[in-house]
């Protein structure tokens, strides 16, 4: 299993990914070929997937905002599950948010995602009951729920 930088040209592979996950929730502005070509290049050393048998298995998408770093999107394919990969791609995705000068790591899962929420529990990522979270799009987004 090699874990490596992600490249736009996993861009298919990731998305095919994406959509087998249950529970994973995209849109088609951010999570278009053009929005993640958009992320990867802002934030080139942090997003990542894992390949075996030269198929992506699994991925993490991770960037900075210069002060906190955030993680999207990880995701590992269900026959590869329950190896490590996932916390394999947390943890390359945290060495190289920290390599950058990033302290503190945040995320957001649907509160429907049991296996997620579970797994990003069992690391040690707390539920933040002071605050409430929000946003408002710019521009007019299709959510895609798998």
């Known amino acids: 299993m090699e874990i490596r930088k992600m490249q736009i040209d996993d861009y298919n592979d990731v998305y095919a990914l994406w959509l087998s996950c249950k529970g994973m929730g995209m849109n088609n502005l951010d999570d278009s070929e053009d929005g993640i070509d958009r992320f990867l290049r802002r934030n080139p050393d942090t997003c990542f997937v894992a390949v075996e048998a030269s ?64 797994f990003w529990e069992s690391l040690g990522f707390e539920v933040r009951n002071d605050l409430v979270y929000r946003n408002k799009p710019i521009a007019e987004m299709i959510r895609i729920d798998t």
């Open 55 to 118: 198929k992506i298995v699994g991925v993490i998408i991770a960037g900075s905002d210069g002060r906190r770093g955030y993680i999207y999107h990880t995701a590992v394919s269900e026959q590869y599950r329950k190896q490590g990969i996932a916390t394999r791609l947390v943890n390359s995705a945290m060495d190289a948010l920290k390599a950058i000068g990033i302290n503190k790591v945040a995320l957001v899962v649907f509160d429907a995602n049991e296996d997620g929420n579970a």
